[in-house]
T-cell receptor
Framework: GQQVMQIPQYQHVQEGEDFTTYCNSSTTLSNIQWYKQRPGGHPVFLIQLVKSGEVKKQKRLTFQFGEAKKNSSLHITATQTTDVGTYFCAGRPPGSARQLTFGSGTQLTVLP | DGGITQSPKYLFRKEGQNVTLSCEQNLNHDAMYWYRQDPGQGLRLIYYSQIVNDFQKGDIAEGYSVSREKKESFPLTVTSAQKNPTAFYLC????????????????FGDGTRLSIL
């Protein structure tokens, strides 16, 4: 079964509002990656987090890795229409032959 | 420009037919991957290859087969044994074998959408 859960599945926000998606695992993850897939496109790598409690920022995007390395979040401040797409987390659970397990994604719609 | 090319973009399969999806990369990447994407389920790993002439089953390998005879190419065959093949198939590659706590970022192609006639 799926070991990396992601919520919410869908999120609609007004342009300028903030947005957060959460990724949760029942087991400790070696690392977590985040990808963005625009409508009709393919996933594009955004960032990787490895350390417990790590926080990284990319302009309006803030990525966090939990202290227990079981959860992660992506927060977008003041969303823009260019933020539209599906955001996936991907983590490497233990005993996974070093391969990533993707979350189900959060589809973000930004209303102008 | 370097990248990953998947073809065809759309593919239709008849009952009992095997079909092959092409994936070619000119990024000089060692590792290649095949994922299946269904609505609301994210990406699920079918097969992966860390080096030429070697590949491993992913989470949902049943009904699929692959080969890795060249570094640049990693074709996926959807066999008649795959009873529910309708999906969006994504090929990806990464620069090298994963080491330590990190996984290499994966670069994706534009995908092939497979449907049943």
């Amino acid at each position: 079964g799926q070991q990396v859960m992601q919520i919410p599945q869908y999120q609609h926000v007004q342009e300028g509002e903030d947005f957060t998606t959460y990724c949760n695992s029942s087991t400790t993850l070696s690392n977590i990656q985040w990808y963005k897939q625009r409508p009709g496109g393919h996933p594009v790598f955004l960032i990787q987090l490895v350390k417990s409690g790590e926080v990284k920022k990319q302009k309006r995007l803030t990525f966090q890795f939990g202290e227990a390395k079981k959860n992660s979040s992506l927060h977008i401040t003041a969303t823009q229409t260019t933020d539209v797409g599906t955001y996936f987390c991907a983590g490497r659970p233990p005993g996974s032959a070093r391969q990533l397990t993707f979350g189900s994604g959060t589809q973000l719609t930004v209303l102008p | 420009d370097g990248g990953i090319t998947q073809s065809p973009k759309y593919l239709f399969r008849k009952e009992g037919q095997n079909v092959t999806l092409s994936c070619e990369q000119n990024l000089n990447h060692d590792a290649m991957y095949w994922y299946r994407q269904d609505p609301g389920q994210g990406l699920r790993l079918i097969y992966y290859s860390q080096i030429v002439n070697d590949f491993q089953k992913g989470d949902i390998a049943e009904g699929y087969s692959v080969s890795r005879e060249k570094k640049e190419s990693f074709p996926l065959t959807v066999t008649s044994a795959q009873k529910n093949p309708t999906a969006f198939y994504l090929c990806a590659s990464s620069i090298a074998r994963d080491r330590g706590q990190r996984n290499q970022p994966q670069h994706f192609g534009d995908g092939t959408r497979l449907s049943i006639l």
